[in-house]
C-alpha cells in the first residue's frame, strides 16, 4: 500500500467515524442498510439451520463484541486463556489475521500457544496438532461457521452510549443489540470508577434485552507504564512525551494517561491497528522529543520501530474482575473440560 492510499485510507476512517457521533450522511445510511441487511440475512439461516456451525473435536470459547472494536474483548480473552491454562488444560489462543492482536495474546500469556489466522479452521487444527486441547476464539461472537461450545461477549459503556446504535459504517455496530441474546455470558468492560452510575444503568438495559445470560463486570485498571523497548528500560515518561493510540476509542485511553498524572503535551489519534508505516513514524517523532506513551496494542509496533531512536513505554492495564466472575470462571474451566453446563445467572445483587 502506498504512501498516498494509506493517507486516503486514515482520513476516510476519521471521517466516518466521527460521523458516528453525529447524523451520518445519506451515503453512509445506505451502506449500513446494505450490511445489516446482508448480516441479518446469514444469521437468519444460521438460526433456520440452513446454513450451520461445524464442530471441531475441541472445546471451543468465543469471546467477542458487538462493535468493531473498542469493546475489551483482547484482555478478557486473555484472561479465559489464563484461566484455562491455571486450571491444568492446554488452551490455545486463536486471533484472525491481525499481528498486532496475535503478538499482544503471546506477551499476555506467554505460556499459551497463539494461531493467527483469518482461517480460524486452519489455525485450530494447527493449534491441535500442537497439542492443544480447548481453543479460545479471539473475535468469535461473528464468526459462526465454526460451533462454539461457549458464547462470551464484552460490552464498553462508550459504544453502548450510542443510542441509535447504527451497523456499519454509519455506526461501530456489527450486529443488532438483540443479538445479546445469543450469548451464555456478557461482560461489561469499563474503565474509571468501578461506582459509576452508568454501568448500572447499562446492566438493566442489558437485562431487559437478554435476560438469561450470566453478566459479569470487569474494570480494566490502569496501573502503570511499563518499557516496550530498551531506552525505556529504568526510566519513567514525562509531559515530553507524545501520547500515541492507533484504537478504535482512543478518548479513554488519553483520560486514563491522564488519571495516572502524567498529562502528555501531545496527543496523537491514529486508526484501529495503525501499521505506523514512514509518514506515521516521522509525526510520532516529530511530537514527542521525551519518548512515547501507547497502549499494548501500539507499543508491539511502536517499541521495535522506534527502538534506536526513542524510548516507548505502555499504559498496563489489569482485569479486575466484579461480580459473576467465580460462575464465569468455573463455565469456562467445565467448557474447556468438555462440559458445556455454564452456571445460570446469578439473581440481581447476588455475589459469586
Keep these: 500500500m502506498t504512501a498516498l492510499s494509506r493517507t486516503l485510507r486514515a482520513e476516510l476512517e476519521r471521517r466516518v467515524r466521527d460521523a458516528w457521533s ?11 442498510m446494505v450490511y445489516g441487511l446482508a448480516h441479518d440475512v446469514r444469521d437468519l439461516l444460521y438460526e433456520a439451520g440452513i446454513l450451520h456451525g461445524r464442530r471441531v473435536p475441541v472445546p471451543v470459547i468465543s469471546v467477542g463484541g458487538l462493535t468493531s472494536g473498542g469493546s475489551g474483548k483482547t484482555p478478557v480473552s486473555a484472561s479465559i486463556a489464563g484461566w484455562l491454562f491455571e486450571g491444568g488444560g492446554r488452551p490455545a489462543m486463536i486471533t484472525g489475521g491481525i499481528p498486532d492482536e496475535a503478538e499482544v495474546q503471546r506477551l499476555l500469556n506467554p505460556d499459551v500457544l497463539v494461531e ?8 485450530i487444527q494447527r493449534a491441535m496438532a500442537s497439542g492443544a486441547r480447548s481453543v479460545v476464539l479471539d473475535s468469535g461472537f461473528q464468526h ?10 464484552c460490552i464498553d459503556p462508550l459504544s453502548a452510549s450510542m443510542t441509535a446504535r447504527r451497523r456499519l459504517p454509519a455506526g461501530p455496530f456489527r450486529e443488532r443489540w438483540s443479538s445479546l441474546q445469543r450469548a451464555d455470558a456478557i461482560v461489561l468492560v469499563h474503565r474509571g470508577n468501578s461506582e459509576d452510575p452508568s454501568l448500572r444503568t447499562l446492566e ?52 486514563a494517561v491522564d488519571r495516572l498524572g502524567l498529562s502528555p503535551s501531545t496527543r496523537l489519534a491514529f486508526r484501529d491497528h495503525e501499521p505506523y508505516a514512514a509518514a506515521e513514524l516521522s509525526r510520532i517523532r516529530a511530537a514527542g522529543p521525551g519518548g512515547v506513551v501507547c497502549t499494548l496494542k501500539d507499543a508491539v509496533k511502536l517499541g521495535p520501530l522506534l527502538a534506536g531512536e526513542c524510548p516507548v513505554w505502555y499504559l498496563e492495564e489489569r482485569p479486575v474482575w466484579g461480580v459473576g466472575k467465580r460462575r464465569l470462571r468455573d463455565g469456562v474451566l467445565r467448557t474447556g473440560g468438555g462440559d458445556r453446563s455454564l452456571v445460570p445467572a446469578p439473581n440481581p445483587g447476588e455475589q459469586g
Excluded: K, Y
Excluded at 459462526?144 to 461477549?153: A, F
Excluded at 438495559?205 to 523497548?229: D, M, T, Y
Design 22 to 32: 453525529v447524523r451520518p450522511g445519506v451515503g453512509l445510511n445506505l451502506a449500513s
Design 116 to 123: 493467527d489466522d483469518r482461517d480460524r479452521r486452519a489455525a
Design 144 to 153: 459462526r461457521r465454526i460451533r462454539s461450545d461457549l458464547q462470551i461477549v
Design 204 to 255: 438493566t438495559e442489558v437485562r431487559r434485552v437478554a435476560p438469561g445470560p450470566l453478566i459479569v463486570q470487569c474494570l480494566l485498571h490502569s496501573s502503570r507504564f511499563s518499557p516496550a523497548n530498551q531506552l525505556a528500560e529504568g526510566t519513567e515518561p514525562s509531559t515530553e512525551c507524545a501520547a500515541v493510540a492507533g484504537i478504535m476509542w482512543p478518548e479513554p485511553f488519553f483520560d
